[in-house]
């Protein structure tokens, strides 16, 4: 399977904990995305890396969050101090180069915060 | 504002019958993107079709067909001979001079055998 894998794919964690989440974009992307969708809604946009640099951020993107992408390839996203407001799907996705192209979508990671 | 609007939160249909999905978007950008992605029960988004703000001629793929109208800033999407696989929420999505997309609500299809 070449398309976008994530890890976890379920996250179940204590209100104050700290969580991670792992992106594998398609090989060949070098555009990464992260959004988040809560129940009933669309993805929302929260960051994007054009290789390992974090060119856009979302005002969503709280200072509780950071996202990284090290080496260009797998991107981590960290949540510090959870709250039950995180409590969502995270998605990852990943494109080619340009403007405009599709995005290809991943799993995603549900995260529950008790 | 909303971006993106999909006002038809849920539509059922019986198997057979066509189905339009309504997508209407706002933009100041003369140059944007517009997509539909498919959410089916198991969740992962599934790209359906591109179009830039420069190619307002619909598109027939399959069942499937989108019709473009600038100036009603609305690209609807018809299902025809609607199937039970057809379930799932549909997304519309536009992307101006960034790269971040900008989805709407979704609308939840039911497709009844």
């Known amino acids: 399977d070449t398309g976008v894998s994530q890890n976890p794919r379920h996250k179940i964690t204590k209100r104050g904990q700290n969580v991670t989440f792992r992106c594998d974009p398609i090989s060949e992307h070098n555009r990464l995305y992260w959004y988040r969708q809560t129940l009933g809604q669309g993805p929302e946009f929260l960051t994007y890396?054009?290789?390992?640099?974090?060119?856009?951020k979302s005002r969503l993107l709280s200072d509780r969050f950071s996202a990284e992408r090290p080496k260009g390839s797998f991107s981590t996203l960290e949540i510090q101090r959870t709250e039950q407001g995180d409590s969502a799907m995270y998605l990852c996705?990943?494109?080619?180069?340009?403007?405009?192209?599709?995005?290809?979508f991943g799993p995603g990671t549900r995260l529950t915060v008790l | 504002a909303q971006k993106v609007t999909q006002a038809q939160t849920e539509i059922s249909v019986v198997e057979k019958e066509d189905v339009t999905l309504d997508c209407v978007y706002e933009t100041r950008d003369t140059t944007y993107y517009l997509f539909w992605y498919k959410q089916p029960p198991s969740g992962e988004l599934v790209f359906l079709i591109r179009?830039?703000?420069?190619?307002?001629q619909n598109e027939i793929s399959g069942r499937y067909s989108w019709n473009f109208q600038k100036s009603t800033s609305s690209f609807n999407f018809t299902i025809t001979a609607s199937q039970v696989v057809d379930s799932a929420v549909y997304f519309c999505?536009?992307?101006?001079?960034?790269?971040?997309?900008?989805f709407g609500t979704g609308t939840s299809l039911t497709v009844i055998p």
């Open positions: 890396f054009q290789n390992e640099a974090q060119l856009e």
């Open positions: 996705a990943s494109s080619g180069r340009g403007w405009g192209v599709e995005q290809f």
């Open positions: 999505a536009l992307s101006e001079a960034g790269n971040q997309f900008y």
């Open positions: 179009r830039n703000s420069f190619d307002e």
